[in-house]
């Protein structure tokens, strides 16, 4: 899921570093205020378009509807734990990790998910014996008889990756605004330093345009094309270079760790998750190389030597974020988290936050919990700032942040944990209101 790092208790210190944004001095006072509790390690919640219907997806498997009254209904709207690898109680990253709804859902009842199924290895002995997973997108269609209730049976295999470790799995999916088409978003495969069992020796699986790992994806979902329950779009970035995946829509990602679309101008927003010193946030464009495993955030990487980072490398043709700031692993001073949670741009009902993009950070250390909410505010330069959040009438430790969402309204919500794995329904889902 988010974690990176093969993770140990870190000190950490309060403080800012951005790199290619500029600080702000501004303080923004928010509240959380509980909208819903009683979940499971909530990792998206979507509203379709004209449904007064949230649906929120819990790791280990299921999918829940929030009712127009704001209650938890308790029959779940589709299970799926059968699907799922077998999960670690103390931390995993695989799971139901993906919810989209077709953007004609009210006419076709057709949604997508994306999970983390046992290993497809289809007759490759060294994936059955060192792969650990497939990752999954997969089509459901509404039941006939309820609304209310997804038809099981109904299951259509869109994707399938398989994956050489638990880890970096991304597989956030959402359906772009204005072409149709479904993105997905893909981690590295795993482990750390885009090295090992299925990664590129040479070069790392972002940087490799044969494979899928390390890149966001496009795809149309309503054709079929080439033996696949799904065609590639024309304008695709690589749809006509026989040396590349023709479903790549940008690459040089380590493990974008939630993505969203702007509800005004269309742009996507990832958050990818790096290495050890570093975190960032990139606004996706067609074609474009984020830099992973050249780079970590606007830092030169060398993967033998993760924290030592190099003065100087080829960055031609390398887009570097809009947002970053120092991972408290490797860069203790002034540091602001561990794994970046991407969110959502603010078009919500309080005016001096719309265009804000609000996102945070799942911690600031793995040993206990301490979720940061971030706010970054673009410049009329194009140049970005970021400010963390004051939480006010919330003592103690923040939860553990996994997640953003938005409803139709354009109002943002924080979708947490207390645990560091899918263990129970102790979870709790807010609404980010101002304090003022």
């Known amino acids: 899921m988010r974690l990176t790092k093969f993770l140990s208790s870190v000190a950490v210190t309060t403080g800012l570093f951005l790199a290619g944004a500029t600080a702000s001095n501004a303080e923004i006072n928010i509240k959380l205020e509980p909208f819903v509790s009683g979940v499971n390690a909530p990792l998206a919640m979507v509203q379709p378009n004209g449904d007064d219907r949230k649906f929120v997806i819990e790791q280990f498997g299921k999918i829940k509807i929030i009712g127009a009254d704001g209650q938890l209904q308790p029959t779940p709207f589709l299970d799926i734990r059968n699907l799922i690898v077998t999960q670690y109680h103390d931390f995993d990253e695989r799971g139901l990790l993906g919810l989209a709804f077709h953007p004609d859902f009210k006419t076709n009842g057709k949604f997508y998910i994306a999970y983390s199924g046992n290993i497809n290895f289809q007759g490759d002995l060294g994936k059955l014996f060192w792969w650990d997973h497939t990752n999954v997108v997969a089509e459901y269609t509404v039941s006939a008889d309820d609304p209310d209730v997804a038809d099981p049976h109904s299951a259509r295999i869109i994707t399938q990756i398989d994956w050489p470790q638990f ?155 809009i947002l970053s700031y120092k991972n408290c692993t490797a860069q203790p001073d002034g540091c602001l988290g561990i794994s970046v949670t991407g969110g959502y741009v603010y078009r919500g009902s309080t005016s001096s936050w719309d265009g804000k993009y609000i996102f945070g950070d799942w911690s600031k250390s793995f040993a206990e919990k301490d979720g940061q909410i971030f706010f970054g505010t673009e410049g009329a330069d194009g140049k970005w700032s970021m400010e963390v959040a004051n939480i006010v009438g919330m003592d103690g430790k923040k939860p553990y942040i996994l997640a953003f969402a938005q409803d139709a309204a354009g109002e943002v919500y924080a979708l947490t944990s207390v645990t560091t794995g899918p263990n129970g329904t102790l979870d709790t889902i807010y609404k980010i209101v101002p304090a003022d």
């Open 167 to 321: 880890n970096h799995n991304g597989h956030w999916i959402g359906f772009g605004p204005d072409d149709g088409y479904l993105y997905i978003s893909s981690g590295d495969g795993g482990y750390a330093n885009d090295w090992g069992i299925g990664h590129n020796v040479t070069e790392g699986n972002g940087q490799d345009l044969s494979v899928l790992h390390g890149k966001i994806l496009r795809i149309d979902v309503n054709k079929s094309a080439d033996g696949n329950n799904y065609a590639i779009p024309a304008d695709n970035p690589f749809a006509k270079d026989d040396d590349a995946r023709s479903e790549i829509y940008a690459y040089g990602l380590r493990n974008p760790w939630r993505c969203s679309f702007d509800m005004k101008d269309g742009r996507l927003f990832c958050a990818d998750v790096q290495q050890n010193s570093y975190e960032e946030v990139d606004i996706i464009t067609s074609g474009a190389n984020y830099g992973w495993r050249k780079k970590e955030a606007t830092h030169c990487f060398d993967y033998t030597q993760p924290d030592n980072h190099p003065a100087s490398c080829d960055s031609t043709g390398l887009v570097d974020p």
